[in-house]
């Protein structure tokens, strides 16, 4: 049973649940390479990550959108990942033991993240099983993060109120979109930022945590947002 008035958690899932960096740098690095560009480093991806697939796309070619390949890479990168996206992928140490302890506490738990639907409820499914009940991803139906769109389509899945939930997230979008709803942001730092640039991009220092686990002690503690 819940102990305080929290009931909900909304995930982001890249970098935060799933270190899916190699697969994105790989399905990167595939789909640009097709047309003569050359490869991204590891470090380079977690810093262009976090606006979805399209803005990602944008960011590791010369000219953006306005590059004449554009369309073409970011349709060989979609058919690639969607092939290559479990390769690499796999949970960060920690986190299924920190939701079968949230879970066994009674939260409810949701997925929102600015990778394509598809992949996202795959991976929910395939790594997670029922700890999630809902996932949304970039789809076209409803803006991407850090618009709280889907934030709001989770809860209503969920038939929660924002105050009785707290987002999860371990970047500068995932802040502002806690920001946008408005909930509370619980920022980690073992993901795509560092805890530097969480601070900078406007995480609180009391809502920051090291390593999975820490989470449902924090949790305990947090008081219900009036």
Wanted: proline content about 4%.
């Amino acid at each position: 049973m819940v102990i305080n008035m929290i009931t909900t958690i909304v995930f982001d899932l890249d970098g935060t649940l799933l270190d899916t960096l190699e697969d994105l740098t790989d399905s990167v690095n595939y789909a640009i390479g097709k047309f003569g560009f050359p490869k991204r480093t590891l470090d380079e991806i977690r810093s262009f990550v976090g606006n979805g697939i399209a803005k990602l796309i944008e960011r590791v070619i010369p000219e953006g959108t306005e590059n004449p390949h554009y369309e073409e890479i970011l349709k060989t990168f979609r058919e690639y990942y969607a092939l290559h996206c479990k390769d690499k992928t796999k949970p960060y140490d920690g986190i299924i033991e920190m939701l079968d302890t949230l879970d066994k506490e009674g939260y409810r738990m949701a997925v929102v993240s600015n990778k394509f639907d598809a992949a996202v409820k795959e991976l929910c499914g395939l790594y997670f099983g029922k700890r999630i009940r809902t996932a949304v991803g970039e789809s076209g139906k409803v803006r991407k993060k850090p618009a709280p769109d889907a934030v709001y389509q989770v809860l209503e899945d969920l038939s929660v109120s924002a105050a009785d939930a707290v987002y999860v997230g371990d970047s500068d979008v995932d802040i502002a979109t806690a920001g946008n709803v408005p909930m509370t942001c619980i920022s980690v730092t073992w993901g795509f930022r560092s805890r530097g640039q969480l601070l900078a991009a406007g995480a609180d220092e009391k809502h920051m945590i090291t390593e999975p686990m820490q989470l449902p002690a924090l949790l305990r503690e947090l008081p219900r947002e009036a």
